[in-house]
């Protein structure tokens, strides 16, 4: 089970930090990520991490703006997010799966509930 919380209101420029927290299971081996969805929109990558080496790529549009870190001892995954523009405002959602390590949605098993951000201009 996934939980994503961290999300909220925050002027163009700030920042916020999303955690995603797991329970019930061991991430060995399972790739975690974040997507975003915004209205009308279809749910878009934005960062992935391996939970065992810690081997992280991003989408082109968060790149050095965003970091993807996760902390074994808390079974939880953050999303640093910095310089947050108003085209960043979307739902985010944390994502799992043991197989895959790439972009598409439709390969992650596991889907937390989602958490709201959005950036004013």
């Known amino acids: 089970q996934l939980q994503a919380s961290g999300g909220g209101l925050v002027q163009a420029g700030g920042s916020l930090r999303l955690s995603c927290a797991a329970s019930?299971?061991?991430?060995?081996?399972?790739?975690l990520a974040w997507f975003r969805q915004a209205p009308g929109t279809e749910r878009e990558f934005v960062a992935a991490?391996?939970?065992?080496?810690?081997?992280?790529g991003y989408a082109d549009s968060v790149k050095d703006r965003f970091t993807i870190s996760r902390d074994k001892a808390k079974n939880t995954m953050y999303l640093q997010m910095n310089d947050l523009k108003p085209e960043d405002t979307a739902v985010y959602y944390c994502?799992?799966?043991?197989?895959?390590?790439?972009?598409?949605?439709?390969?992650?098993?596991?889907w937390g509930q989602g958490t709201q951000v959005t950036v004013s201009s």
């Open positions: 019930g299971r061991s991430f060995s081996g399972y790739t």
């Open positions: 994502a799992a799966n043991n197989y895959y390590s790439g972009t598409s949605s439709q390969r992650y098993l596991y």
């Open positions: 991490i391996t939970w065992s080496t810690a081997s992280t």
